[in-house]
């Protein structure tokens, strides 16, 4: 089975850090491009971050560019999102996504993020 699990989310305050983790399994994981994505309800799925294949190429929101690092384990199938200087505006549902060369998509089923104080 095709399965990506997320993990590494919680309460933090504003200015702390937190580090997603997705695990994935059933699937070639070297072939396929690793995205986060985040969503509160009733508001639309947002791009956060995505790396490429190998994790020499990473893209990023503006919102969290020089905040937020993603990177890639391909030999333990581990896609990670470091979360520094968090704001309240990051508050988020946030979701791990794979995607290959033929627009085939996979999603975990998120992790809650909460920053406040």
């Known amino acids: 089975q095709v399965q990506l699990v997320e993990s590494g989310g919680g309460l933090v305050q504003p200015g702390g850090s937190l580090r997603l983790q997705c695990a994935a399994s059933?699937?070639?994981?070297?072939?396929?491009?690793m995205k986060w994505y985040r969503q509160a309800p009733g508001k639309e799925r947002e791009f956060v971050a995505s790396?490429?294949?190998?994790?020499?190429?990473?893209n990023y929101l503006d919102a969290v560019k020089g905040r937020f690092t993603i990177s890639r384990d391909n030999a333990r199938k581990m896609v990670y999102l470091q979360m520094n200087s968090l704001k309240p505006e990051d508050t988020d549902v946030y979701y791990c996504?794979?995607?290959?060369?033929?627009?085939?998509?996979?999603w975990g089923q998120g992790t809650q993020v909460t920053v406040s104080e």
């Open positions: 996504n794979a995607q290959n060369p033929g627009n085939t998509g996979y």
């Open positions: 059933g699937f070639i994981f070297n072939n396929f491009n």
């Open positions: 790396i490429e294949t190998t994790g020499r190429r990473t």
